[in-house]
């Protein structure tokens, strides 16, 4: 992608464009581990009969994907035992430091991502679906079937919702 995409305004919410990348190497210091669009699909693939999957595309400098990040962890750490959560980072690979630094603070463990590969390689590597905007998620259930998708900042409980579906469980919650 040429250039930043500005914030764009989506039906029910808003979203920002994937931030060009000018390198791939990831700063050595970080705990983020790099990760191509392939290799997500294989992690997912890995999941797959075992638990449900939440992949969230995401960055330090889009607001929306900050603000709800708080609300994945949560929701993670409460389905912990059936959903694994991929937090991918399109932050440029030398700012790992920093997005080591955010997952901290929302305590996400070791779910940090950030991809190593051009934009166009990247979004190339997901379904069509995906215009390259963020924050984006997939949530797939234990077979591999996506349940969700959204380019866009969405409610916790709306996501909570479908990752309760995607581990087998009512979408209400008792």
Known sequence: M?????????????????????????????SVRPI?????????ETLRGKKAV??????????PC?????GLVRIQKTYAADLDLILVSADFPE????????????????AGYIKSEPDQDF????PPEWSGSLPAIW??????????FWERQVSEEMIESHVRMACGFSPARP
């Open 123 to 126: 979004l190339s590597g997901f």
């Open 95 to 110: 700012d790992a430091p920093r997005v080591d630094s955010f997952l901290a603070s929302v305590q996400a463990g070791s």
């Open 139 to 148: 949530i797939y259930d234990r077979s591999g079937n996506k349940v969700a």
């Open 54 to 63: 939440m992949v969230t595309i995401w960055a330090t400098w889009c607001m």
């Open 2 to 30: 040429a250039g930043l995409i500005a914030v764009t305004a989506t039906a029910g919410g808003a979203g920002c464009g994937l931030k060009p990348q000018v390198g791939t190497t990831v700063n050595p210091t970080a």
């Open 66 to 70: 900050v603000e709800e990040m708080p």
């Open 36 to 44: 191509t669009s392939n290799g997500v699909r294989q992690k997912i």
